[in-house]
């Protein structure tokens, strides 16, 4: 099972700022939070990822609590090509074991509105 | 394009036949992940290589499934006895060994009739 909770769906405004909320309490100290969204039909596309610092990239923003139990994800400036399945992922990339793989949810549907 | 690539994009075929894909990974990148998704669904994981080996299999992958990468480098995936169930996208994906961001190719979409 997906260690994350996201809410289903969100809306957002053409031009304005996407936030899209990540929940994982169960997190531990070696996983990383990854986001990657998917446009309708293709594959998985990466967006961003961290460990517990907050990080920005050219597609996006990534907020991480103190405590790690929770993130968010945003995209300053909506398009309308931003609309896809946004989804958030623990991954463990240190330690023994680690084979990697990605356990998705069901991630947010958003919706941006011109 | 040095993006993952994966053939065919599209395949249609009876029950009863079998069916291989192919998936180019990232130059350099040992691991590759195949997954599969259902309409409606996240992808879910099936199983990984990393350079060569086979390292874990999902209990999704049936003894109908098998994958290989020969020589490390591309990986297919094959579908015996195809049944309608099978009708799905399967997504490869690759990653460097240390920095373990998967990169994804387009998917292959599989109607089985």
């Not at chain 2, 990232?26 to 290589?49: A, C, D, K, M, V």
């Amino acid at each position: 099972d997906a260690k994350t909770t996201q809410p289903p769906s969100m809306d957002c405004a053409e031009g304005r700022a996407a936030n899209l909320p990540c929940n994982h309490s169960t997190i531990s100290g070696n996983e990383y939070v990854y986001w990657y969204r998917q446009i309708h039909s293709q594959g998985p596309q990466y967006i961003i990822h961290g460990l517990k610092n907050n990080e920005t990239n050219e597609m996006a923003s990534l907020i991480i609590t103190e405590d790690r139990k929770s993130s968010t994800l945003i995209l300053p400036h909506a398009t309308l090509r931003d609309t896809a399945v946004y989804y958030c992922i623990v991954l463990l990339v240190i330690g023994s074991g680690n084979t990697g793989k990605l356990i998705f949810g069901q991630g947010t549907t958003l919706q941006v509105k011109p | 394009d040095t993006g993952v690539s994966q053939d065919p994009r599209h395949k249609i075929t009876k029950r009863g036949q079998n069916v291989t894909f192919r998936c180019d990974p990232i130059s350099e990148h040992n691991r590759l992940y195949w997954y599969r998704q259902t309409l409606g669904q996240g992808p879910e994981f099936l199983t990984y290589f990393q350079n060569e080996a086979q390292l874990e299999k999902s209990r999704l992958l049936s003894d109908r499934f098998s994958a290989e990468r020969p020589k490390g480098s591309f990986s297919t995936l094959e579908i015996q006895r195809t049944e309608q169930g099978d009708s799905a996208m399967y997504l490869c994906a690759s990653s460097r060994q240390i920095q373990e961001t998967q990169y994804f190719g387009p998917g292959t979409r599989l109607l089985v009739l």
